[in-house]
């Protein structure tokens, strides 16, 4: 096992004041006023006055750290590492805990840096305030220090793992409690809130390469309804005597999960293991998948969830996503439209796009190629709502770099399905897909020309549509 890498981001707050002027005022040298965060998992965790906090890399208003320490691997499991910031947010690092000099952003990504790889930060880092207050100035400024916090806006309260036991049934949703009311998921995905159905585009995330930023102008395709949850109490009692009751309460608390707001707590892994237990009972029948994966849909919206999923050492989502050829046409689109929604953020499409090799019936497979086959098999198919998915996949897909292999793979099939009579809205997806893949592997433009690609049957359909065959067209004509 490799492990995940685990980095420290050093953060000068005086902005390179200390180191020139920090002689004339101590005495002594000092390099900088540091403030620290540890990225693990795809955030940044640091500690302020208002507590625990994340973010994601460099996501607060300090911008790019000053420097980067490399702490290493570390081999800690997500769900353990959120339970230890569950208990540090509740005892030693409450926002009320935190002091400037005594125990500060530093203590806490030492701690962290410690649990996790058993390797600290940086002694000049710890050792800072020490070297302060043993000067002159130090001392009679230590007063006003007292009284001071640094908590760098862009972050927010950390939502950690649940950690009740399932014994214990979660207090009724109509309870004044802060698990109560309805939900909100992520800011990028306002209307699948209001309780709006089909697919949405939602703005695009920051998205980067060998320290590169891309151009980002497309935005991505999200799906989901919170009509599901209506259904509710429908699934339970269908499920009512395939589950044990401790396995009841666990999919309250999912129900739970996705009818709050401001939450406190998270789904864990039982939570998803559960959902792909069901998914997985030969007899529950097709209306009982949907739904269930309706529910993951909006769950993967939530970056905490997206965490959870990637770092699922049982694969339980990519096992589901290869019965694709063997599920009912409704659960297929609904499996798809999981993966588009895992496309809407860098570390699903990362996950999704992997190509670490890990074992399956007998043999070896990665994600990528899952991923592909899933994606091709839908474009390719005579069902028109297998097509409008299997578009917006690729879609989601071209907003990121993809291999040059993959570009061939999907983008031969996007041209085999724009042969095809489909929707304005699957066309435009199909042509910004393969407008981007054209631009990753020539072999994809060199397959418009052999195939026989007629951009005249789209440019007239829709502005939008103009554009795109404009752009594809220049493409097509370059190199």
Not at 377 to 396: H, W
Not at 457 to 468: C, E, G, M
């Amino acid at each position: 096992m490799s492990g995940t890498p685990v980095k420290v981001h050093i953060y000068d707050i005086s902005k390179g004041m200390a180191r020139s002027m920090s002689y004339a005022f101590l005495g002594k040298q000092i390099d900088g006023v540091w403030h620290t965060g540890v990225v693990v998992y795809g955030r940044e965790y640091f500690f302020g006055g208002g507590g625990i906090e994340y973010c994601p890399p460099c996501g607060t208003i300090l911008g790019p750290p000053d420097n980067i320490y490399d702490c290493g691997t570390t081999e800690i499991p997500y769900e353990l590492f959120m339970e230890y910031l569950n208990e540090l947010s509740n005892t030693s690092f409450r926002p009320e805990c935190y002091h400037l000099l005594d125990h500060n952003c530093n203590t806490f990504s030492n701690e962290l840096a410690n649990f996790l790889t058993g390797k600290g930060i940086p002694p000049q880092i710890t050792n800072l305030p020490a070297d302060v207050l043993s000067t002159p100035f130090g001392s009679m400024i230590r007063p006003f220090i007292d009284a001071m916090t640094v908590s760098p806006s862009g972050g927010q309260p950390m939502s950690v793992p649940r950690t009740t036991p399932v014994s214990h049934p979660p207090p009724p949703l109509g309870q004044n409690s802060a698990r109560a009311s309805s939900t909100r998921l992520p800011t990028t995905s306002n209307d699948v809130l209001k309780g709006k159905s089909a697919a949405h585009t939602v703005p695009p995330t920051a998205r980067t390469e060998k320290g590169k930023e891309f151009d980002m102008d497309r935005n991505a395709v999200v799906f989901g309804s919170r009509e599901v949850l209506a259904s509710y109490k429908c699934l339970q009692q269908r499920l009512a005597e395939k589950l044990k009751p401790e396995e009841v309460v666990v999919l309250d608390e999912v129900y739970e999960y996705l009818t709050c707001k401001n939450q406190t707590w998270s789904l864990g892994r039982s939570h998803i293991s559960l959902i792909g237990r069901v998914l997985n009972i030969s007899d529950v029948n097709e209306e009982t998948h949907t739904t269930l994966l309706k529910c993951l849909q909006l769950a993967l919206l939530k970056e905490d969830i997206l965490q959870l999923v990637i770092h699922d050492n049982e694969r339980s989502l990519m096992k589901l996503v290869k019965t694709f050829e063997a599920s009912a046409l409704a659960v297929k689109v609904e499996i798809t439209k999981l993966l588009i929604n895992m496309c809407n953020s860098k570390a699903g499409f990362d996950w999704l796009t992997s190509i670490s090799q890990w074992p399956i019936e007998s043999q070896e497979i990665c994600n990528c190629s899952i991923t592909n086959q899933t994606c091709v098999s839908c474009l390719l198919d005579e069902n028109i709502q297998l097509k409008d998915v299997g578009a917006a996949l690729a879609y989601n897909l071209s907003r990121f770099k993809v291999t040059e292999d993959s570009a061939v793979e999907v983008g031969s099939a996007l041209i085999q399905c724009l042969s095809c009579q489909v929707s304005e809205k699957t066309a435009f997806h199909c042509l910004f897909a393969l407008d981007s893949f054209s631009k990753i592997n020539r072999e994809v433009a060199d397959l418009c020309a052999v195939i026989g690609l007629d951009l005249t049957l789209y440019k007239d359909r829709s502005t939008r549509l103009a554009q795109i065959c404009a752009n594809l067209q220049r493409t097509l004509a370059s190199g």
